[in-house]
């Protein structure tokens, strides 16, 4: 419990503010958490699992989102995500990883703000969870989605008939129609993606930053001319949005490495 107080009490030292909302759902959090940790160097690896035990950063890569009712944390929690105007310049859009927005969330100031706490101390188990976790929230294109619909949350639609919204169904939906295990589908990514693993590891921040962006502006687009045919949707998207997890796991497992190298 000290430990924990002491992590949120650094952390909020330098993220002021953070509210209630959720980006991929479990199975997309586990199937980042599980390609990142099968690119962990050996040295890595080990390392992580002194912190968060054998696997645990698959098993804990959810847990940011399953603790938001408790009481010990803050009442705001947008650390979550980074919501963005459309339209933006190229250069916007990348200035905002060092001139942080002042509203719409604190998403890019958090990863710098757990960047800087692990730096100080490789073994803080909360402060690793919650990069795990909010690492690959920054490759939900719902979550640098627009500012004037809550990041999807306000575009409301149907899934296969069910009341739901275009935020949720970027988070899990999507996800879910395959119907593969989170396990399933990291297999599958590897199989599909592993051959461009060289050229996704010498992308920058920037790069990934924009990819992530203009995929938004894609899905922005495509909903206002959809017809609402569920079978569509997922057979125009799921490929980009495999790519987004895939691309997430590596990148992540590539800032552990440098962590923990």
């Not at 459309?86 to 969330?105: C, R």
């Not at 879910?176 to 295990?181: E, I, M, N, Q």
């Not at 989170?182 to 590891?201: A, F, P, T």
């Amino acid at each position: 419990m000290k430990r924990l107080l002491a992590f949120y009490f650094m952390l909020m030292a330098i993220v002021p503010s953070m509210h209630h909302l959720y980006a991929w759902g479990q199975k997309g959090h586990r199937i980042v958490a599980q390609v990142a940790y099968d690119n962990l160097t050996n040295k890595a690896r080990k390392q992580v699992d002194v912190v968060l035990g054998k696997q645990g950063m698959i098993y804990l890569s959810t847990w940011p989102d399953e603790i938001k009712s408790d009481t010990i944390y803050p009442t705001s929690f947008t650390c979550h995500y980074q919501d963005l105007d459309g339209g933006l310049s190229d250069a916007q859009v990348v200035a905002m990883l060092t001139d942080y927005p002042e509203v719409g969330g604190d998403l890019f100031m958090a990863l710098d703000s757990l960047e800087v706490v692990l730096g100080r101390d490789k073994q803080c188990h909360d402060a690793l969870v919650f990069y795990v976790h909010l690492y690959a929230d920054r490759f939900c294109p719902m979550h640098v989605a627009h500012l004037d619909d809550k990041g999807g949350n306000a575009v409301k639609m149907k899934w296969f008939g069910q009341n739901t919204n275009l935020h949720s169904v970027w988070d899990s939906k999507i996800i879910d129609y395959k119907g593969f295990s989170y396990i399933e589908y990291v297999q599958y990514l590897h199989d599909r993606y592993s051959n461009q693993k060289k050229e996704i590891m010498k992308m920058s921040d920037e790069e990934t930053l924009l990819q992530t962006y203009h995929l938004t502006d894609s899905i922005y687009q495509y909903h206002s001319t959809w017809n609402g045919n569920a079978y569509h949707y997922a057979y125009r998207w799921l490929e980009p949005m495999e790519w987004q997890l895939y691309v997430a796991g590596v990148k992540l497992a590539q800032a552990l490495n440098t962590i923990y190298k």
